[in-house]
């Protein structure tokens, strides 16, 4: 009988992931192991399986997220909320196509055209997602362009700079965990999700073209499949850097969207009317300010 494949990767000084292509996947931690003694010091180097690999990605993102999981800001949705979501969509889509191919040509002169192929179609495939995030901001009734141009909400700006930097690094190899971590997570994202999303929306308007794509319903479920095989087709030091950048990625992605979800919707359309130089056709709900939340979070 063929023994199963075992993977694991040392994400923090004291804890690794480790995952079987069974599907098993737990976390072993230093600080737990008698006299500090760390079965899994030593870098895996064996051929990877879909079914570990899996396990390795989305335990880095559960791991990512589990550190502020007691804090997680989760309000209802608001239409202001959402426009904020819209312009942080954009921006965080807009140069993915240029980061990729960058990626990519990097790849192609250090000799792997392999990684370099799957990195120009992921391009291909996220070209013009920017465009959809501008549609629906303008069937909102909102000036799109000045928006984006003049506003980058402060929770996103340093997950656009981690992409901008993974993408222009000697060995850009993180910049898969990345993408894996953010399709990952808007794979995530249902039906009855963007049901709640259009019921915000004016009548008639047709606001959701972002979110749809970027859900279970458009192609993340696929790419996120994908993106499984080929990691697991890499060498094992690749799929160890992948799986560490997916973790530190899912960090920043946690901590910012956490930052954005705190703020009350008075905040957010004061930052959205300040950067347009106008008000909106909006009123803020009668959520409390962040500084409420954290009290009572705080009290809970």
Known sequence: MARLATEWVKVTDDISIIARESGEVWFHSLSDTK??????????????APGSTIGLLDGAINLG??????????PDPTLVGYIVALVGAYHTSVDTPRNLRRAASR??????????????????????????????LRALGVPAERLVANFIPQGIKPLCKRFDDLCVEDYPIGC?????????????????????VQALCPDGADATRFLRSHSCLGS???????????VASLPANDRISVVQETYK??????????????KSDAEMLEELEQAIGEALPYRASSSPSRDEKRAAQAVA
């Open 107 to 136: 790849f192609n002169e250090l000799g792997r055209p392999e990684v370099a192929a799957y990195l120009e179609e992921r391009a291909r495939e996220e070209t013009g997602h920017d465009r959809l995030a501008l549609k629906d």
């Open 220 to 230: 993340e479920v696929t790419h996120v499949e994908e993106t499984i095989s080929f």
């Open 35 to 48: 006299e500090g003694a760390n079965p899994f010091a030593t870098p895996m180097t064996a051929a990877g």
């Open 65 to 74: 997220f589990a550190g502020i999981e007691n804090r997680l800001a989760r």
């Open 249 to 262: 990625s899912a960090l920043v992605m946690a901590e910012g969207y956490n930052h954005e979800l705190l």
């Open 176 to 196: 898969i965990g990345y993408s894996y971590c953010l399709e990952r997570i808007a794979a995530l994202k249902q039906e009855t999700d963007i049901a709640k």
